[in-house]
């Protein structure tokens, strides 16, 4: 199947704000969010330099879009409603708590780079982004919502930064390709 | 007295009944000890054994006079057809060239999780035990000590969450080594909208107002239990880790009264406080976290040289007077932990998902929750983080059973 060139254009945004996370000496994942055709807020992983590791690209984009929506008046109603109509697109697969998160806010769909063999919670360990389909103890309220997932966009590219990721750190690794974060 | 609590570790696995391991159905077959290298070199390249690799290929047993006869598992039954035509035909090539004569047996389908439970698999076919190669306090039962003291941070959780009159969801995140309370908070999925200042919203201060919010929250609900055995009757539907979803059902009257974020669980806010915690503590230091990789455990050669240096302000002096008291008492500056590794949290209900990974991803060590999530929970109830193997940390779980008095307390 040919990936249509709107996914790559927001995928390659994507993979510029892991490319961020790097020069901050981050572990590289980046991610936006997409809104009728326009990126409406992006995000990378902020564990280090906030010590917190839930910091992750998709948390930080969710807290952009939840700040402007509520500076602009809306109710938890109209909230609930756009992410309905949100696609996020991250270079890597979400985690358990990535995508126990999408699930709760009720995204609409998620594109992934390279998929987490460890900690991935859109089909690799656990599979969150099918909560409703799971049958519940008590099914009064499902605990999430599920949302289309497709993975493998551009999973080259974000492994490739991984690796540089890796390498970058290693002091006996051959001096990287790309340069070290600019710093004073 | 309120002595009498109960803390059960919640294991990795759901347990088995000892006698009643799983089984799973194989071809085996007796073989000639001289062919037993290229037999199971061929086997494990046309049929290997993926899903049962705690069971060993190959069974030795000594008859009577001592001579030693080797078995070996040829592949699964496939299921509803146990004609031994059903085979792969290379296995099959591979029978008539040995001159095998299979028959089917049984061994178990799970790894054993304890000692107990390996005896009781070998008696069907050896399988292989790996004890755990962590070992946390508390696995193998608490002190009386212990207990008291798991009981009291208990207690602070329970009284948190129902601080308010709103019964929500409570974490206190603890030093164990020190008695120490690192941070705690309530769920914040509703915050009153009092100053735009950033920071207000990150201190555990709790929407506090029926008003605002219609519908299922009207009730008062009050941690009231009917009987002693810790089952809770009422739906506590502003606990968010037992209905994540809620906050979408909500119909707002007003407008940006109060500030709202459905991912602000008690959990998820405790974190973030400790490690606002952290920064205040221990500003500019090299970071440890630059050896934090989030995919690849394996590889430990990141250096911190690079490690960024950061300069944070502390939104209030107060954890600087924390850490003058301490080093007050102690000539030796506190040594500053790698996220939240050592540390404990109490909840008073199972986490979910999100939270229970979140938990992971900060390296707590031990997790006490009171209540079981049935409808959400992901460390036993819906899911099971803590048995998850590839996870690159594990945490081990504890539910307390309350005493009643403690219960009895939290009346509103």
Redesign the interface.
Known sequence: MMTSPEILTFMDLAIQQAKLAMDALEVPVGCVIVEDGKVIASGRNRTTETRNATRHAEMEAIDVLLGQWQKNGLSMTEVSENFSNCSLYVTCEPCIMCASALSILGIKEVFYGCSNDKFGGCGSILSLHLSNTTPLNNSEVPPGKSFKCTGGIMASEAVLLFRTFYEQGNPNAPKPHRPLARQA | MMNNCLIVHIPDKQPHDLHHQPTESVFASIIDPKHANQIVRRLNQIAPLEDLRHVKRIQKKVLEGGQIQLLVILCLVSEGNNQFDSMPSHLQELISSYQLSPFITKVCKYAATSKEEWHEQCKFWPTSYHPRTYNIDGITGFSEEDSQSVLKFMQSALELATSDGLVVNAAVIVDPSAKQIISSACDQIFVWNTCNDDSCSRKPELFCSHTIISGKCDSHETLHSNNSSNQLKQPYTSVSCL??????????HS??LY?????RHAA?VA??SS?AR??CLFPGKE?S??K??????E?S???S????R?KIACANGEYVEKLNAHSHTSDQPPARPY?CTGYDIYLVWEP???????L????IRRIFYAFPN???GALG???R?QG?K???HHYAVFRVLLPEEALHRCYI
Request: one cysteine or more.
């Open positions: 209905y994540p979803q809620q906050w979408a059902e909500h119909q707002s407008r940006s500030y709202f974020h459905p991912l998820m974190i973030e490690a952290d920064r970071n976290e630059a934090y990789l989030e995919l690849d455990g590889n050669s990141w250096t040289s690079h490690a960024k950061q996220l979910c998902a999100m939270c229970a990974m979140a992971v991803h900060q390296r049935p409808n959400a109830s819906v899911h983080l998850e590839s996870l690159n």
